[in-house]
């Protein structure tokens, strides 16, 4: 696994700042001619705005749908598509030595069949020749160009070159037509870029056909129709995960409770909960068809013993004790289910642990001992408190294994902790499947 150690300024949304690394990257965004080019200005002033220097290839047809001026503007950098172009800097090949990360986006069905048979007609086609560090393309066309045969020879000739292809999204097209092959959002995009950034080897397709179901975000458990218990949770992490698992090539369920304005992962099925209750009707009625169950999920613990039909109005005496009962522990019954029979036996079962220490023991001791409880294969464990885990783009922590195994988390986004997560997946199930 290749990992950078000085990573310059990395982002977790666009305009959110974190503390600036070591070196300003070169970041290559090249652009295609299609119509969600104009997406990729809010990706370039992603990169832009952490520090970045951002030069932009864009396609001679992508300057039909936004201009140059517009692509320098926002990237600070000279805008060309031709190799004759500033040829005594040689930039056809000076561009994509120099370059830290190549994002095509759009790439549409043209360009990759053009990147996937090594030609080299523009600037952009001579930059992929050329580029040595993480290249990425985020394809972007009509669902029937997608499925096409020949597109498909296309993503896995560049796969096996080394270039990361991510899944598209599904959704809304061109027009009135809606299915797979809509371009992912901007944030996604960033975050994905990111990811290679800190770690080359990140989206490695080793999930390809693994049936993988996560949890995320919070529950809310009503008092009144206005009121409910809840907690900190962003679902960020949750999210992290689902997306990097698609994107290595698992097919994901993502259950989603309370979350904070997250978009949809690309090639995710999502499915809404609030309550406790129905985050354990989804996670065990879906468990069995998967191969893989993460609980990121922060789940209320307690819940009111009744709901009251209005809201509870204040009075002179103060508010009359609430009653709470406890909710299911998904995580257990998703032991004892696979335990019973009623999951395959080697479904790998990741829980999380959200851990203070006290007089007790520290945040590790807690995580230890909730993993000999629970009994599930991985147990993650992070230290929560003000400023740590819940709503952060960052978190740390570690994995624990049933074999006693511990593994530390540094601090780091939690797209780089969804990938570490999913590296120790990757390795119980190579080693059920040896067994």
């Excluded at 992929?128 to 499925?147: I, K, N, R, S, Y």
């Excluded at 209005?310 to 299911?328: F, M, Q, V």
């Excluded at 992070?382 to 006693?404: C, M, Q, S, Y």
Aim: charged share 20%; aromatic share 2%; hydrophobic share 45%.
């Amino acid at each position: 696994m290749t990992e950078r150690s000085s990573v310059g300024p990395v982002q977790s949304g666009v305009g959110e700042r974190v503390p600036t690394g070591i070196r300003r990257l070169r970041i290559v965004i090249g652009v295609g001619g299609g119509i969600a080019a104009y997406k990729v200005c809010s990706v370039i002033r992603h990169f832009t705005e952490a520090g970045h220097d951002v030069r932009v290839i864009p396609t001679a047809n992508a300057l039909e749908f936004v201009g140059a001026a517009t692509f320098e503007a926002l990237s600070g950098n000279p805008v060309t598509t031709d190799v004759f172009d500033d040829v005594d800097q040689v930039a056809h090949v000076r561009i994509g030595r120099e370059a830290d990360l190549v994002i095509v986006a759009p790439a549409t069905a043209d360009l990759l069949a053009r990147a996937a048979q090594g030609r080299a007609d523009d600037l952009l086609t001579a930059t992929l020749l050329t580029a040595t560090c993480p290249v990425m393309f985020v394809p972007a066309m009509h669902t029937e160009m997608w499925q096409h045969p020949a597109t498909t020879r296309n993503v896995a000739a560049l796969r096996a070159d080394g270039a990361t292809v991510v899944t598209p999204a599904s959704g809304r097209l061109t027009g009135a037509d809606s299915g797979a092959g809509r371009l992912p959002e901007a944030d996604e995009i960033a975050l994905l870029g990111e990811l290679l950034l800190n770690r080359s080897d990140a989206l490695v397709r080793d999930l390809e056909g693994v049936r993988v179901l996560v949890s995320a975000g919070g529950t809310r458990e009503a008092l009144d129709p206005v009121r409910y218990l809840g907690n900190r949770s962003s679902g960020k992490q949750g999210y992290a995960i689902a997306r990097a698992a698609a994107q290595r090539g698992a097919q994901v369920t993502l259950v989603a409770g309370s979350v904070s304005g997250l978009a949809d992962p690309s090639a995710v099925e999502v499915i809404r909960i609030r309550t406790a209750a129905e985050l354990t009707t989804e996670m065990l009625k879906r468990a069995h068809e998967a191969d893989v169950v993460v609980m990121a999920a922060a789940v209320a613990d307690f819940r009111p013993v009744t709901v009251a039909d209005a809201k509870i109005k204040k009075n002179d005496t103060g508010p009359a004790p609430i009653e709470l009962t406890t909710n299911p522990d998904i995580l257990r019954e998703l032991v004892s289910a696979r335990h019973d029979g009623a999951l395959d036996a080697q479904t790998v079962i990741v829980g999380f642990a959200a851990e203070t220490g006290d007089d007790h023991g520290g945040v590790l001791d807690h995580g230890r001992a909730k993993l000999a409880r629970k009994g599930c294969d991985l147990l993650v464990v992070n230290a929560v408190g003000e400023g740590k885990a819940f709503g952060t783009d960052d978190n740390t922590g570690w994995i624990l294994t049933a074999d006693g195994q511990e593994t530390a988390l540094p601090l780091g986004p939690k797209t780089l902790m969804a990938s570490r997560i999913l590296d120790a997946v990757a390795s119980v199930l190579g080693d059920e499947r040896c067994s």
